[in-house]
């Protein structure tokens, strides 16, 4: 399914610096498939050891919720597991907010689905602070216009995006998908080859 515009509720979480262990720890690495990695985002910041749930953690407070996680500055930073894009995207999140993003992390969200948008300190502030003082505050994200915007404020940022993959996240391809959507033109190409 692809992905043009959203409007919705988001999660503030401004917390900078967050690696990719923080969003997924390693020792729920042992899976092969992208399912069931969301029960363990931000695991050992949402349960305590007794595995019971921190009130204290936004993803356990009921205030907030929604398909955009709005985060502090650099953003999945650390290890290169693409296993933080699968957790954030099968706990059902669609974008990530950030004034800055690490570079593998946000490949690999491309790649999962995961549309990773960087504004500036300024604009992601204020989003924070529209979203923590009213948690029904909505954000719209708009992909093929490549912009974002506070519904709250009427404030909007640019933002930008790789063309392939724009194209991509808009079709719902993955890289497999793009090549099996010219198998006709490959064919075509194929059966006029001469072969020496």
Request: aromatic content about 12%.
């Amino acid at each position: 399914m692809g992905f043009t515009t959203l409007t919705s509720t988001a999660v503030p979480l401004p917390i900078e610096n967050i690696d990719t262990d923080q969003i997924i720890p390693a020792r729920f690495l042992k899976a092969t498939t992208r399912e069931g990695f969301g029960d363990n985002l931000f695991r050992d910041w949402r349960y305590d050891s007794n595995d019971q749930p921190k009130a204290d953690f936004v993803l356990n407070d009921d205030t907030y919720s929604g398909k955009v996680l709005v985060a502090g500055k650099n953003f999945g930073c650390g290890s290169s597991r693409e296993h933080a894009a699968w957790a954030i995207k099968d706990f059902g999140f669609a974008v990530v907010v950030s004034s800055f993003f690490a570079d593998i992390f946000k490949g690999n969200s491309l790649n999962n689905g995961l549309l990773p948008v960087q504004v500036t300190d300024t604009f992601l502030n204020e989003m924070l602070e529209t979203i923590e003082s009213n948690p029904e505050a909505k954000i719209t994200v708009n992909l093929e216009t490549e912009k974002i915007t506070n519904e709250s404020t009427g404030k909007s940022e640019s933002f930008e995006i790789n063309a392939y993959k724009k194209m991509c996240l808009i079709k719902g391809y993955d890289d497999i998908d793009y090549i099996i959507s010219g198998k006709e033109s490959i064919e075509a190409f194929e059966s006029k080859r001469v072969v020496f």
